[in-house]
């Protein structure tokens, strides 16, 4: 296995050259976040990642985290590692200087997860769970819970987790049996939650529990949930830590993959109840929860490209390194990496990952957009742009991680279906990707249902107009071949999106039956705009003879190599919409035997 270095050249071609982040500093509260700044940041993310959470990563998959008596002990190095993760000052980048935090962009919060995802995906997790959990508090919970939680939060200190998963009840949260009851000022807590990741362990003082339950005498349904922040220990008047809550972890799961995150049974209220805090409002506890959930939606993606990233690398300092074969040109014995499949698998993961990771910075951006714009105008924009983008963000680049991780094995040959080489983990790892924090049909129906039909094509063809304006942009005569295949695999989008609006009526199971498809065809598309984009870039960079020519012609071939070799998949994927879709909306349960 390689050693994990920090794309930090890709990186900034995204955030500076390709999307413009400097953009952000004219907004008065990211005025201080210079292009200086923001490269000082992300290099020093970078070598953080490499020299502390890296080393770490293969150690902690095979000793995994254990559960015992109430407790759980994780892979020796990681308490220490959080530590100085906390004492750095790494989950505060973006958050409010109100509580601790520095002001930075979102965006930059993202650009470092990349880094923690692809260095140690299971220990990324925690700190990632944490700021979903700020979130849910900074938008919905009281002054006084937050003066509470949020500076330990933020620094660190406490780390969140988020409680949803029943047994019974997976995705479908319409009839959770964990119950809260008023007490006085506080609600008690009395149920089991599965599935709770970084449910309990030794890095922290404190874990902030946000669980969603329903009140004792709520209606049933969605409508009747609540959420509340329930802490490991009862927090005193003063900040202090005080007596323990009714709350413990059972056991952990034996899992595929990200073996060092403990993924935890949590039972709350054996005795008296777990004491809560009511978030929001009595039966807003899932509109609560969806920003939690909408920032995890991000950061999964994220950890898409975190571990393409790692297995790209892995299988590349292999292919240099494996000597087998000989050159088809010189007839010389050589390494792997002068094999024509070879060179196909890698910039096949190469530029996937690329693609993924312009998607997942480029709705970070529209995130801190729609947040903090002075625009009206531009706020609502990207408001429309960044719920179109989430579910694309979160489940394209998780169904592409598991294809680039396996590729990464198919190029070590034999040796990757061998643990100790340490890629075989990435594979593993991936697989979760695709179904946590809603499954990938969970994300296909929501672009579908409520992004595009319910949207009445609004923000679809908003986005249509913008790879409109690329191509309007783009100077004639470049890149024609690439400008004619996105134009036409652009156009069959347009034409998926109308046929889905004019015909969601026609079944009840159409929309359902399509989804997946549609997604897919829009993810790839998508690659492609950035692609087309970043070429544009890079054909700049070299008529100017500026920066390093190298990396810039580099990213004009893994433009062509993604329109030429990747983008008809999305041909593939308009057809089994368009003319699919009445086959699936035949399907039944009595189709299968």
């Not at 571990?307 to 088809?328: I, N, T, W």
């Not at 030429?564 to 308009?574: G, I, V, Y």
């Amino acid at each position: 296995m390689a050693d994990y270095r920090a794309p930090i050249d890709e990186v900034s071609f995204v955030i500076n050259d390709l999307l413009n982040i400097s953009q952000l500093n004219s907004i008065p509260e990211f005025a201080e976040a210079t292009p200086e700044l923001v490269e000082a940041v992300v290099e020093e993310a970078g070598k953080f990642a490499a020299d502390v959470f890296a080393p770490l990563n293969r150690p902690g998959d095979i000793a995994h985290s254990h559960a015992k008596d109430g407790a759980v002990k994780t892979p020796a190095g990681f308490k220490e590692a959080y530590k100085l993760f906390s004492e750095n000052g790494w989950l505060s980048l973006a958050q409010p200087p109100q509580y601790g935090g520095q002001g930075l962009p979102f965006t930059v919060h993202m650009v470092a997860s990349e880094f923690w995802c692809a260095s140690n995906m299971a220990l990324s997790i925690c700190p990632m769970l944490s700021a979903g959990a700020i979130d849910a508090l900074l938008a919905h919970a009281s002054d006084e819970l937050k003066d509470r939680y949020l500076p330990k939060l933020i620094s660190s200190e406490w780390t969140g987790t988020m409680n949803l998963t029943e047994s019974h009840a997976g995705s479908d949260l319409s009839n959770l049996k964990t119950k809260a009851r008023p007490d006085g000022a506080h609600y008690r807590i009395k149920g089991q939650k599965i599935f709770i990741t970084w449910g309990e362990h030794d890095m922290a003082d404190n874990i902030v529990h946000i669980v969603l339950a329903p009140l004792e005498d709520a209606p049933a349904g969605v409508k009747g949930l609540s959420l509340f922040a329930v802490p490991k220990f009862l927090v005193n008047e003063d900040g202090s830590l005080g007596e323990r809550n009714d709350l413990r972890v059972v056991s952990t799961e034996h899992k595929l993959g990200i073996n060092a995150s403990p993924t935890c049974v949590m039972s709350f209220g054996e005795d008296e109840g777990a004491i809560g805090h009511m978030i929001g409002k009595p039966g807003q506890g899932l509109a609560c929860m969806f920003t939690l959930m909408n920032h995890a939606r991000l950061e999964v993606g994220l950890e898409g490209v975190g571990l393409s990233e790692r297995a790209y690398q892995d299988a590349l300092a292999y292919a240099r390194e494996r000597v087998q074969g000989r050159d088809p040109v010189t007839g010389e014995s050589t390494t792997i990496i002068g094999h024509p499949d070879v060179q196909r698998m890698l910039m096949q993961m190469k530029s996937l990952t690329g693609a993924m990771r312009c998607l997942c910075t480029d709705n970070a951006l529209s995130h801190d957009l729609r947040k903090h714009s002075q625009d009206q105008d531009e706020q609502k924009f990207h408001q429309n742009r960044f719920a179109l983008l989430t579910p694309i963000t979160k489940a394209w680049c998780t169904e592409l991680v598991n294809e680039v991780t396996s590729l990464g094995v198919q190029i070590h040959g034999g040796m990757g279906f061998i643990e100790e080489t340490g890629v075989a983990q990435h594979y593993r790892d991936a697989r979760i990707t695709a179904i946590y924090e809603g499954t990938n049909g969970i994300q296909a129906n929501d672009l579908v249902g409520r992004k595009l039909v319910r949207n009445q094509g609004h923000g679809m063809r908003a986005m249509l107009a913008e790879f409109d304006q690329t191509l309007a942009t783009l100077p004639v005569g470049e890149h024609e071949l690439m400008r004619q295949r996105f134009t036409s695999a652009k156009d069959d989008l347009s034409e998926s999106a109308e046929f889905i609006l004019q015909h969601a009526d026609d079944s009840p199971k159409l929309m359902g039956a399509v989804a997946f498809n549609f997604l897919m065809q829009m993810g790839y598309v998508l690659g492609a705009w950035y692609h087309l984009r970043s070429a544009g870039v890079a054909s700049e960079k070299l008529a100017a003879g500026e920066g390093n020519q190298a990396f810039y012609e580099n990213k004009v071939t893994a433009a062509e190599f993604y329109i030429t070799q990747l983008l008809p998949r999305a041909a593939a994927h308009q057809q089994a919409v368009i003319h699919g879709a009445e086959i699936g909306s035949r399907l039944g349960a009595d189709s299968f035997y």
